[in-house]
């Protein structure tokens, strides 16, 4: 499908680069192999995180305990798990930012 998507067992793993504290959440393109999503919220306290996993959820039209950060919740480059084989990760690509 894309090089920043595929399907597990459990559903899909998704390659983010993250970036926390933008004015507002929404995919910004392709960053390298991963899909660069911008999150309005703080990289403090696991903030930024919860934002992302709740755009994600929400973008793909699933509950949000279906999103996980499977890898990389301190830094930019992520793995996060969609449980929800029924997904469309292409959704993702038309929810930009702007």
Do not use: T, Y
């Not at 959440?25 to 309005?40: D, F, T």
């Not at 959820?57 to 084989?85: C, F, T, Y």
Request: glycine letters at 10%.
């Amino acid at each position: 499908m894309n090089s920043w998507c595929r399907r597990v067992a459990e559903g899909w793993l998704l390659s983010v680069h993250a970036q926390p504290g933008a004015k507002k959440s929404g995919v910004a393109g392709i960053h390298g192999e991963a899909l660069k999503i911008r999150v309005a919220a703080p990289p403090l306290e696991g903030k930024a995180n919860a934002a992302l996993i709740q755009f994600v959820a929400q973008a793909l039209g699933v509950a949000r305990k279906r999103v996980s950060i499977a890898r990389g919740e301190k830094g930019r480059a992520k793995q996060v798990l969609v449980a929800a084989p029924e997904a469309d990760p292409s959704r993702l690509l038309g929810r930009s930012s702007r």
